[in-house]
């Protein structure tokens, strides 16, 4: 009987943590500002997820990450048409107005940021493959979130045509 309590509270315990995580994103997409990040995409398919596109990013092409921060976040700043510039590698210093925060892995010297892939419908691929910046939603702690993808013209790709 009592591990069966014990077993039932570590549940809820997890169930009301991921709750609580899905709630912070959902709050960061219908609250948060947007910033285009633009993408150096590469367009697998998958088997067992189905279509999605990889996603790499053109402005960590030339970043080297500090050898002391194998894993941590960049700093980014939204410039004045709202694309993505690299300020800084997270140091600590609170964020400015306009400014957002993504992590990164680096492997081998170069960085990639996170997240690196954005699932879609099957079928929707044609669509897609026009993608020229993500688009992420962040809050005044600098959360971001992948909200999107958008065209050239800095237009959102939906699934509805």
Known sequence: MRRNLIVFL??????????YAIYEKEAVLAHG???LVELAPVDPRSLMQGDYMRLGFAL?????????HANSHVVLQK??????????FDDGTPLTAGQMKLPYHARHGSITLRPDSFLFQEGLRERY???KYGIF?????????LAGLADGEKKPITAEP
Do not use: C, S, W
Not at 60 to 68: F, S
Not at 79 to 88: K, Q
């Open 10 to 19: 570590l549940g809820l315990g997890v169930f009301a943590g991921l709750n």
């Open 33 to 35: 500002e947007t910033m």
């Open 60 to 68: 960590t092409r030339d970043l080297k990450a500090p050898k002391e």
């Open 79 to 88: 410039d004045a048409e709202g694309i993505a510039r690299f300020i800084r």
């Open 129 to 131: 493959q026009a993608a």
């Open 137 to 145: 939603a962040y809050d005044a702690k600098g959360k971001a979130v």
